[in-house]
Nanobody, 124 residues
Framework: QVQLVESGGGSVQAGDSLRLACVDS????????MAWFRQAPGKEREFVGG????????TYSDSVRGQFCISRDNAENTAYLHLSSLKPDDTGVYYC?????????????????WGQGTQVTVSS
């Protein structure tokens, strides 16, 4: 069954902003982490940032800190990735992932459920 669905990607110009959404239809009452990753063509999947559903604590990779922001709407079971000042290097497929517990980070083993991804293309 589909449990994570991303949306909000698109083709934009450098300097533009986007808001990506990840709806977690398998949301439970326990606290766990949600993370965003991205994958550029020919590159490995890269951790962008994440948060915990209940506590809301966030963490970001050094490459996007100050440029991207993660938020959540618990009532809507939705996590958001706000992208600003986009650059061509931000181009890629953006995925959300659900962690087994509260761990959030670059280790792919933390996560047991992935969305299908949403494409972000930034042109100069």
């Amino acid at each position: 069954q589909v449990q994570l669905v991303e949306s909000g990607g698109g083709s934009v110009q450098a300097g533009d902003s986007l808001r990506l959404a990840c709806v977690d239809s398998g949301r439970t009452c326990r606290d766990y982490g949600m993370a965003w990753f991205r994958q550029a063509p020919g590159k490995e999947r890269e951790f962008v940032g994440g948060l915990t559903w209940l506590g809301g604590a966030t963490t970001y990779s050094d490459s996007v800190r100050g440029q991207f922001c993660i938020s959540r709407d618990n009532a809507e079971n939705t996590a958001y990735l706000h992208l600003s000042s986009l650059k061509p290097d931000d181009t890629g497929v953006y995925y959300c992932a659900r962690a087994r517990r509260g761990n959030i980070g670059a280790d792919l083993d933390y996560y047991d459920t992935w969305g299908q991804g949403t494409q972000v293309t930034v042109s100069s």
